[in-house]
Nanobody, 124 residues
Framework: QVQLVESGGGLVQAGGSLRLSCVASGRTFSNYGMGWFRQAPGKERDFVAAINRHSGSTYYADSVKGRFTISRDNAKNTVYLQMNRLKPEDTAVYYC?????????????????WGKGTLVTVSS
């Protein structure tokens, strides 16, 4: 089992920044690709960003490319999501997820473990 705990959400004005963190415990963190997903009220959970086990490759949804950056620190068992130039449409609960596949996948159904989420609200 892998336990994931997100933090860093909150209320921010449009154009502002937030950094989300997700701390993992349980199994060897570096054995997992990591992803961030988000779910707005009444909508499906969507892919945001992902990073492979040793930070070799990163992937982004088109809607966040150039504004969000995913990174990880395997020594701290932590994955981050730096979110800049936030927009009201970024408002959602953000979830951290772990994928045991060799190359991290980008669909919620493929994830092996999930955190409970952290709420990000962007006001206009």
């Amino acid at each position: 089992q892998v336990q994931l705990v997100e933090s860093g959400g909150g209320l921010v004005q449009a154009g502002g920044s937030l950094r989300l963190s997700c701390v993992a415990s349980g199994r060897t963190f570096s054995n997992y690709g990591m992803g961030w997903f988000r779910q707005a009220p009444g909508k499906e959970r969507d892919f945001v960003a992902a990073i492979n086990r040793h930070s070799g490759s990163t992937y982004y949804a088109d809607s966040v490319k150039g504004r969000f950056t995913i990174s990880r620190d395997n020594a701290k068992n932590t994955v981050y999501l730096q979110m800049n130039r936030l927009k009201p449409e970024d408002t959602a609960v953000y979830y951290c997820a772990a994928d045991g596949a060799l190359v991290v996948r980008r669909t919620s159904a493929a994830m092996d473990y999930w955190g409970k989420g952290t709420l990000v609200t962007v006001s206009s």
